[in-house]
T-cell receptor, first 114, second 111 residues
Framework: NAGVTQTPKFQVLKTGQSMTLQCAQD?????MYWYRQDPGMGLRLIYY???????DKGEVPNGYNVSRLNKREFSLRLESAAPSQTSVYFC?????????????FGSGTQLSVL | DAKTTQPPSMDCAEGRAANLPCNHS???????VYWYRQIHSQGPQYIIH???NNETNEMASLIITEDRKSSTLILPHATLRDTAVYYC????????????FGKGTRLHILP
């Protein structure tokens, strides 16, 4: 199993450009998450999806949109990139059972906005 | 906001037990304590979780105080590979509760 796969691994954008970060999981998990991590900082939740067809805002949703395309895929879109969005982006998934919700993370996308 | 408080950094000698504290004084009865670690720039890795009883697995032990307001993650025999940022997270049982990471504790294992 590949687990959680993120593409691309690296991306450089100019201010104002748009792009979509892709995330797919093959573990049949219901919940998926997008986090960002700035240098030397902890992870901050951008958006999450508790189940297919639902999405909800996290701590820092401004400037982002998400799509839960199906159970496997959860994409993050930057409509007009800004330098403040330079960060490492992590996608994660979990299988909610109520008593055990382990997160499985992808390897991250390093995004630089110039 | 994160529901937990952790020291920003700690040192531990290689081969000794590393004890990482976490304060979660506002924890509710339906909230679990989870621990993750992040090695260098990789995605975080699940370590252990618990509700009120102490838990142990192949990676670590989790000690939760009787009032559940704090917990300690114990790495029994720390190695250099345990150098990482350790995150303590509180999450409720209900599906829609968000998983919020705080700033974690940067653990340095000293040779």
């Amino acid at each position: 199993n590949a687990g959680v796969t993120q593409t691309p691994k690296f991306q450089v954008l100019k201010t104002g450009q748009s792009m979509t970060l892709q995330c797919a999981q093959d573990m049949n998990h219901n919940s998926m998450y997008w986090y960002r991590q700035d240098p030397g900082m902890g992870l901050r939740l951008i958006y999450y999806s508790a189940s297919e067809g639902t999405t909800d805002k996290g701590e820092v949703p401004n400037g982002y949109n998400v799509s839960r395309l199906n159970k496997r895929e959860f994409s993050l879109r930057l409509e007009s990139a800004a330098p403040s969005q330079t960060s490492v982006y992590f996608c994660a998934s979990s299988d909610w059972t109520g008593f055990n919700e382990k997160l499985f993370f992808g390897s991250g996308t390093q995004l630089s906005v110039l | 906001d994160a529901k937990t408080t952790q020291p920003p950094s700690m040192d531990c000698a290689e081969g000794r037990a590393a004890n990482l504290p976490c304060n979660h004084s506002t924890i509710s009865g339906n909230e679990y304590v989870y621990w993750y670690r992040q090695i260098h720039s990789q995605g975080p890795q699940y370590i252990i979780h618990g509700l009120k009883n102490n838990e142990t697995n192949e990676m670590a032990s989790l000690i939760i105080t009787e009032d559940r307001k704090s917990s300690t993650l114990i790495l029994p025999h720390a190695t250099l590979r345990d150098t990482a940022v350790y995150y303590c997270i509180v999450k409720a049982v209900n599906r829609d509760d968000k998983i919020i990471f705080g700033k974690g504790t940067r653990l340095h294992i000293l040779p």
